[in-house]
């Protein structure tokens, strides 16, 4: 079974500051992809970005980038310049390919509040 | 455009009631999920189905049916064997393999009383 643990149940960060939102995750499979999701209080699930088991290097999206560990089982991610409208709940997630099972494994997620 | 839709945004029920909850890609993705959010909680994948006319449990399907009889539809229906209904429900499709990315609709927020 995947496990996705997301330590930080909120945060507070100051507009055009770096923010990094902690991510930790266990599975027996050596075969995976993680994935970062943003959902603004409309609901919606924003992908953001992703990184493969496999990768070597860390994925980067405009603002984004993943810090993937992958002997410590780290995927955080990382927010450059953050703005107002960053405030959201970010979720880390995990998929698995074959043994039977499909679907994202989903931490509990992070609020982050931009503050101006 | 492509996307999903899901309907209704709202949904209000009695108890007792059956609901079925919508849910349309047009995106051609062949495996189509349903997951429920509770406040301050993650998701929880309730069904997902890889292929047409085949589904398979999640982690908390109790309570709940699903049927693919098409591509595009992934309907859900919540019965009266729910015991905690009221939540928010959001649909969701991709492509097959550990690096595709589930895309989602807008969700249906269910309220029962």
């Known amino acids: 079974a995947q496990k996705i643990t997301q330590t930080q149940p909120g945060m507070f960060v100051q507009e055009k500051e770096a923010v990094t939102l902690d991510c930790t995750y266990d599975t027996s499979d050596p075969s995976y992809g993680l994935f970062w999701y943003k959902q603004p209080s409309s609901g919606e699930m924003i992908f953001l970005i992703y990184q493969g088991s496999y990768d070597q290097q860390n994925a980067t999206e405009g603002r984004y980038s993943l810090n993937f560990q992958k002997a410590r089982k780290s995927a955080n991610l990382v927010i450059s310049a953050s703005q107002l409208g960053d405030s959201a709940m970010y979720f880390c997630?995990?998929?698995?390919w074959g043994g039977g099972a499909d679907g994202l494994t989903f931490g509990k997620g992070t609020h982050l509040i931009i503050q101006p | 455009d492509g996307g999903i839709t899901q309907s209704p945004k709202y949904l209000f029920r009695k108890e007792g009631q059956n609901v079925t909850l919508s849910c349309e890609q047009n995106l051609n993705h062949d495996a189509m999920y349903w997951y429920r959010q509770d406040p301050g909680q993650g998701l929880r994948l309730i069904y997902y189905?890889?292929?047409?006319?085949?589904?398979q449990k999640g982690d908390i399907a109790e309570g709940y049916s699903v049927s693919r009889e098409k591509k595009e539809s992934f309907p859900l229906t919540v019965t009266s064997a729910q015991k905690n209904p009221t939540a928010f429900y959001l649909c969701a499709s991709s492509f097959q393999g550990r690096n595709s990315p589930l895309h989602f609709g807008n969700g249906t927020r269910l309220t029962v009383t």
């Open positions: 189905s890889q292929i047409v006319n085949d589904f």
């Open positions: 997630a995990m998929r698995v």
